[in-house]
């Protein structure tokens, strides 16, 4: 599904330059739940956002089932990432004035659903993550496992094959973040949706099923069993 040769990242020049990412190489098959962890600064979220066509990489390409995403322009990679891709970040990025509902229809409004049929399908995604009962209420009468979910449901609305997750639960509670890692991996068992997760967090990598480590920008470690 995801096939990655060869890509390097490198933020601002001369002295000042940053080499985040050098010669990554990986595959990600359908299905798979992977985490992707190491030490802060180590080019984690930078290897996240050029996966999902968030940022341009300085060499190397990356493909998207059939795709070669680092030749695409920016509109193509945006109906890519509407088609297929769903996101689920640390802080939310809900819209304050905007309800539960309204927040999770985001993506089928953006890509041209009518307002009639992204509330229902908005509906349905909410009880999928269990909060139909509070679909007309704003992010900040929302706990923030609460607010967690509605992004989920966000993520989930356009039947994505592959969820993106940064920290995830990086502002939780432990029992909080218990459930919302199960929620993804509910998603993936029901419905085959392909994980991957940044986490600093040890015991989120060992629920899934492969972990690459990455330190100074490259995978020194890439399987099953976490270090």
């Known amino acids: 599904m995801i096939r990655v040769s060869e890509v390097s990242k490198t933020y601002g020049k001369g002295e000042a330059a940053t080499r985040a990412l050098r010669d990554v190489s990986l595959t990600i098959a359908k299905g798979e739940t992977v985490a992707i962890t190491g030490p802060s600064g180590c080019g984690k979220t930078t290897l996240l956002h050029l996966l999902a066509g968030l940022e341009e990489a300085e060499k190397g390409e990356i493909w998207a089932g059939e795709a070669l995403i680092t030749q695409l322009d920016d509109q193509e990679i945006a109906k890519i990432r509407l088609s297929r891709m769903g996101f689920v970040f640390q802080t939310y990025h809900l819209v304050p004035v905007l309800t539960a509902w309204e927040n999770a229809a985001l993506p089928l409004i953006a890509s041209g659903v009518s307002t009639k049929e992204a509330r229902t399908r908005a509906m349905e995604a909410l009880k999928e993550v269990g909060l139909a009962d509070k679909a007309h209420r704003y992010p900040s009468q929302l706990s923030g496992g609460q607010n967690q979910r509605v992004a989920i449901a966000r993520a989930i609305i356009g ?24 929620l993804l991996e509910m998603l993936n068992r029901h419905y085959g949706t392909t994980l991957v997760i940044v986490t600093h967090d040890p015991k989120v990598a060992d629920r899934m099923s492969r972990i690459i480590r990455l330190q100074n920008g490259r995978i020194v470690h890439d399987g099953g069993a976490a270090l």
Do not use: N, V
């Open 159 to 182: 039947k994505p094959s592959i969820i993106w997750a940064d920290e995830p639960t990086g502002a939780l509670d432990s029992d909080t973040a218990d459930q919302i890692i199960g």
